[in-house]
């Protein structure tokens, strides 16, 4: 990384902060957009950013930045002694010494081969005919693809320095159809791949066939009838919901009295059929080795069989109840997880619609931004997907509305199949789940 870390770390002695740690990242991409047949864009970038943080007179101030000069150090010191005049008080003891080893994460990075801007082009261009011959009603296709390379570093002043290199192709599939009566449809699916374009490529059936089918599937659809429902939500579907859990278990709301899972650490909170487990080693764009206080990231479960076992915990929130962190610092003694896995099932996506017999299998969920109540986590979203009726799909259905709570929804689950994917940092597969209700006609 072009920096030199040792003016910042002697600047901030000079102010009197300490202690302080440094973060600096840089990213480089290539992508290429193609719309209709045609390339609508071609972008060649790169950024950097950097940010700084530590005590001064016990209080804690914090500045960032992505414009970087010579100027900089000096800048970045003065504005967190100010911003430290109104800070919280913080102890030392927060900013992590070290003495822990460093998990290994998996990495295709040796393996990684570069593309050209013009190999970026004509993959596109394969791509879109690939689309394109799929269904003669697709009237938009736009077909996205960026080869990315970002690298990330943390050091402090207690010597404790880690960084990480991140490698990847990804691709957006859009299209959009219509029929004879001109009612639009539309459809996306995204993928990446860590190796190479061809890669990226052969994976591409799977999601070039769901971005369409959720576009041509719902032509002239409507609702079901109000009621409830068995229903198997998708992996995209589960874990849009299961996010909204997550803030619950941070250690710092346990802590402030803000987690509806306060106290419930060796309880069922979940059906038996949910294990969860903090996994920030494995193959993913989301992997680290270290979190925000530059702690040593763990493997741990978070619910075994429907037991909550633990929190997210910072260096601070750990030292709050006397124990150790586990590695899931996000900043500002906050606690998110890197990455997490949801045990897998036995049984097929087919297999959990036999199971459920009669019931909805939900595709598309959306209103995430508005239609959920962060604290007591009731939900009213509309959604989409398709009616099973004999272990079978029978039609597709529009236009209906789901709604519960997410702690009932998630303690009445059945079971889960074996289609993992993983869905921004959470790995998870289908999930069945008893009684879902649905307003619809």
Do not use: W
């Not at 991409?29 to 045609?38: A, D, F, R």
Request: proline share 3%; net charge neutral; glycine share 10%.
């Amino acid at each position: 990384m072009r920096l030199n870390e040792k003016i910042y770390f002697e600047k901030a002695r000079q102010n009197g902060i300490e202690p302080f740690v440094l973060s600096y990242g840089e990213k480089t991409g290539i992508s290429v957009l193609v719309y209709n047949g045609e390339i609508e864009k071609q972008l060649i970038g790169e950024s950097q950013s950097i940010s700084g943080r530590g005590i001064v007179n016990g209080k804690v101030g914090a500045f960032g930045t992505d414009a970087i000069d010579k100027d900089t150090p000096d800048f970045m010191m003065n504005s967190i002694v100010e911003a430290a005049r109104f800070g919280k008080e913080l102890s030392p003891d927060t900013f992590y010494r070290g003495g822990k080893k460093y998990g290994r994460v998996q990495s295709k990075e040796k393996a990684f081969v570069k593309a050209t801007l013009k190999e970026l082009r004509e993959a596109a261009l394969s791509l879109y005919e690939r689309v394109k011959a799929k269904d003669e009603r697709l009237t938009t296709i736009e077909v996205s693809i960026s080869m990315k390379e970002g690298k990330f570093k943390k050091s402090n002043s207690y010597g404790v320095s880690k960084a990480e290199t991140k490698k990847s192709y990804t691709c957006g599939i859009s299209v959009v159809a219509t029929d004879e009566s001109d009612e639009p449809r539309s459809g996306y699916s995204g993928f990446e791949s860590f190796i190479s374009l061809e890669d990226l490529a052969s994976k591409a059936e799977k999601y070039i066939d769901r971005a369409v089918h959720s576009a041509v599937d719902f032509f002239k659809t409507g609702p079901i009838p109000s009621k409830s429902y068995k229903a198997v939500l998708s992996p995209d579907c589960f874990s849009s919901l299961f996010e909204f859990c997550l803030s619950h278990f941070n250690a710092k709301s346990v802590q402030k009295h803000l987690s509806v899972y306060e106290g419930k650490v060796g309880e069922e909170i979940f059906s038996p059929c949910f294990t969860v487990k903090h996994t920030p080693f494995v193959l993913s764009s989301s992997s680290l080795s270290f979190d925000s206080d530059i702690y040593p990231t763990q493997n741990f479960t978070l619910i075994d069989k429907g037991v909550l076992k633990t929190y997210f915990y910072s260096v601070e929130t750990a030292n709050n109840e006397g124990i150790e962190s586990n590695g899931c610092g996000s900043g500002d003694g906050n606690g998110e997880p890197t990455i997490l896995t949801v045990s897998k099932g036995r049984s097929s996506l087919e297999g959990l619609f036999r199971r459920m017999k009669n019931g909805i299998y939900i595709t598309s969920i959306s209103g995430l931004n508005s239609g959920i109540n962060g604290q007591t986590l009731d939900f009213s979203l509309p959604c989409q997907g398709y009616f099973i009726k004999d272990g079978k799909i029978e039609k597709a259905v529009s236009m209906i509305v789901c709604a519960g709570n997410l702690k009932e929804l998630f303690h009445g689950a059945l079971a889960l199949a074996d289609d993992v994917e993983d869905c921004g940092g959470i790995f998870t597969s289908s999930v069945l789940f008893k009684s879902l209700s649905i307003s619809g006609q």
